[in-house]
């Protein structure tokens, strides 16, 4: 079965950029839509990107134009470049992969990481 990982999250200050991996391992990646998600305590869990099968992709509006999302075949990773930081962008990021084309809510993923911490302070 797929498992994914992510890593690359660190601490930036605000107006800085990060690139966050979600590399899988077992399965290629191509037969799944692969979403990023965020989490901050107390809050709902937020969709931030997805890519499907075909390298179609969506965004949420809070992120839009300043995220991008991309998947390297040959070393089965989905990246999520984040640029232009804020301290709203603090979260815990988690990639998630489901199989087929569609980009699902959050509760039709199968399969997650344990997440990458990214804080943006001063």
């Known amino acids: 079965q797929l498992r994914v990982v992510e890593s690359g999250g660190d601490l930036v200050q605000p107006g800085g950029s990060l690139r966050l991996s979600c590399a899988a391992s077992k399965v290629a990646l191509d037969y799944y839509a692969i979403g990023w998600f965020r989490q901050v305590p107390g809050k709902e869990n937020e969709e931030v990107s997805c890519?499907?099968?075909?390298?179609?992709?969506t965004f949420s509006d809070s992120v839009k134009g300043r995220f991008t999302i991309s998947k390297d075949s040959a070393k089965n990773t989905v990246y999520l470049e984040m640029n232009s930081l804020s301290p709203e962008d603090t979260a815990v990021y988690y990639c998630?992969?489901?199989?087929?084309?569609?980009?699902?809510?959050?509760?039709?993923?199968?399969?997650w990481g344990q997440g990458t911490q990214v804080t943006v302070s001063s």
């Open positions: 998630a992969a489901r199989l087929g084309w569609h980009c699902p809510t959050a509760n039709i993923y199968t399969i």
């Open positions: 890519i499907r099968t075909d390298r179609s992709t």
